[in-house]
């Protein structure tokens, strides 16, 4: 047997065992819904197309994919708020639905301890409250429900980094649920099962988040592995037809030492004639070429290319030290939000600003952008990614606002927007046209390839699918100028930083460093 087939046959195998391990764990489990031959559309779009889906009493299933794929009309169809154009969606449950966006709750729904346990029982009967105390209440309504069935669609959206942890404690109690979330750090705590939602189709990996990307990188090796032995297969098949194509031309000629009345006297005598084995050498190589008409097509996986920004465009800075701030204090109005404060930030240093909400850190940002009070040195260009998108031109198409900013080769700028997944297909949308999520990609891809040396990013990640953040952080990763960033995604920091300050008590204090 060839290492290949070895290969293939034991990978087939893992995938077996996995998927009975999966249906054993919760066969003698309760059957909470089941979807059947699903095809759904929005006019002409198809939007899901998947043969089966079950859900199992116990399961707690994270659902993941990119921006625009279908993850919420997922659960809605689940649930019933959507028809399917064909197949069904067999319920056996009656889940309580967290969704997104969402403002409409009943005050009289929420249990008071539930809404001290998420600090804000003073709140219930406010009628004006922050995102991230709305995002509270509901949550607050959610565990006032006691339904062993959760559908929840990106609960951690507004909340700081301590509201985050407080809720994902308290998914953790719930039986039975399917989770929409980017928080990645939250699908490892919670999800037992992940479901991903890729060209309308619905795939499952069994564990966390994390075990559905080592799942994701076998398969991607896998079909890596196929790629080449196909490509081995086709470029010998190509050959022996090239080699039989030249053998049949030899055939063919008449020898140039010899007569041709010897050349006859030759083939006669001969038990085939030239003809004849010029045939059959045709016929050979038309096998040949049938079974390269028959083989499997196996695509290349794809693979991020890396990008090379021309960073020294950009004049960067050679200081040590590039921004220095001293004995810093700011209030607005009677409200003091730092006093007394000292700031450095090294070259090339990915720096993150943490805290809760409301201690300071978008103002931090501003006075960095700004250098109000604050000390940047002279060869300092920076790019400020604002929450707002100011920068971003709406009535302009994505390749005019980035093409008006650029630096870099046209190349090098269509390449950052695809690795932050804005296909061709985008490009000419007006910048009005995209969602949230876009345009924070757009933004994003302004800032690294603009005439900038130092980013200041604030809450880079909001809105961003899993993928799109996954894809800004490898191209951090590789810039090399000064970054300076605000995010409550704890996985995001933990890959980026090398750097921390804290902002606590109107004090702003340096963390340990990943140096």
């Not at 919420?72 to 959507?82: N, Q």
């Not at 008409?293 to 590039?322: G, Q, Y």
């Not at 909001?462 to 990763?477: C, G, M, R, T, W």
Request: contains cysteine; charged residues 30%.
């Amino acid at each position: 047997m060839s290492c290949f087939k070895y290969l293939k046959m034991t990978l087939w195998n893992i995938r077996l065992v996995h998927e009975a391990k999966m249906k054993a764990r919760y066969m003698s489990n309760k059957e909470l819904i089941r979807a059947e031959n699903i095809s759904f559309s929005y006019g002409d779009q198809e939007v899901l197309h998947f043969k089966e889906f079950t859900m199992y009493e116990g399961e707690k299933i994270g659902i993941v994919g990119v921006n625009g794929v279908g993850k919420t009309t997922f659960l809605r169809l689940l649930l019933g708020e959507v028809n399917p154009d064909k197949g069904k969606v067999i319920k056996n449950c009656n889940p309580f639905y967290f969704e997104q966006f969402s403002e409409d709750f009943d005050p009289f729904d929420i249990d008071f301890n539930e809404a001290g346990q998420l600090r804000i029982q003073d709140k219930i009967w406010q009628n004006t409250v922050s995102g991230g105390e709305q995002t509270r209440l509901r949550l607050a309504q959610l565990f006032s429900s006691e339904k062993a069935v959760v559908f929840i669609d990106e609960p951690t959206a507004n909340l700081d980094r301590k509201g985050i942890e407080l809720i994902s404690k308290r998914i953790q109690g719930i039986e039975s649920l399917l989770l929409i979330s980017h928080d990645r750090e939250l699908c490892n705590q919670v999800c037992n099962r992940i479901i991903e939602i890729s060209d309308g189709n619905i795939y499952s990996y069994e564990g966390n988040y994390d075990s559905y990307i080592i799942q994701k990188e076998n398969e991607r090796k896998h079909r890596l592995t196929e790629y080449e032995k196909y490509t081995n297969e086709k470029n010998r098949l190509k050959k022996i037809i090239e080699k039989k194509k030249e053998k049949a031309k030899q055939v063919e000629k008449k020898p140039t030492n010899i007569s041709g009345s010897d050349a006859k006297a030759r083939a006669y005598i001969a038990s085939r004639k030239p003809e004849g084995k010029a045939k059959a050498i045709n016929k050979s190589m038309i096998n040949v070429q049938n079974r390269i008409a028959h083989m499997d097509i196996k695509e290349k996986p794809r693979t991020d290319t890396v990008i090379k920004l021309d960073f020294r465009l950009t004049n960067p800075p050679k200081n040590s030290i590039v921004i220095r701030g001293e004995n810093i204090s700011f209030s607005y109005d009677d409200n003091l939000i730092f006093e007394d404060c000292n700031i450095l930030v090294k070259n090339r240093s990915k720096l993150a600003i943490l805290g809760d909400n409301g201690t300071g850190k978008t103002t931090l940002l501003n006075l960095i952008s700004k250098a109000k009070d604050i000390y940047v040195v002279p060869s300092a260009k920076i790019g400020y990614l604002k929450q707002n998108l100011s920068q971003i031109d709406l009535n302009k198409t994505v390749l005019e606002n980035i093409k008006s900013i650029s630096i870099q080769s046209e190349s090098i700028t269509r390449m950052v927007l695809a690795r932050l997944l804005l296909t061709e297909k985008d490009l000419n949308k007006k910048a009005h046209e995209l969602s949230g999520g876009e345009k924070i990609k757009l933004g994003l891809a302004m800032l690294v390839v603009g005439n900038y040396n130092i980013l200041i990013m604030d809450e880079p990640t909001n809105y961003l699918d899993i993928p799109s953040v996954e894809a800004l952080e490898s191209i951090l990763k590789e810039y090399e100028g000064t970054v300076i960033f605000t995010s409550h995604d704890k996985t995001f920091v933990d890959r980026i930083a090398t750097d921390f300050y804290l902002i606590k008590n109107k004090k702003i204090v340096s963390m340990y460093s990943n140096d």
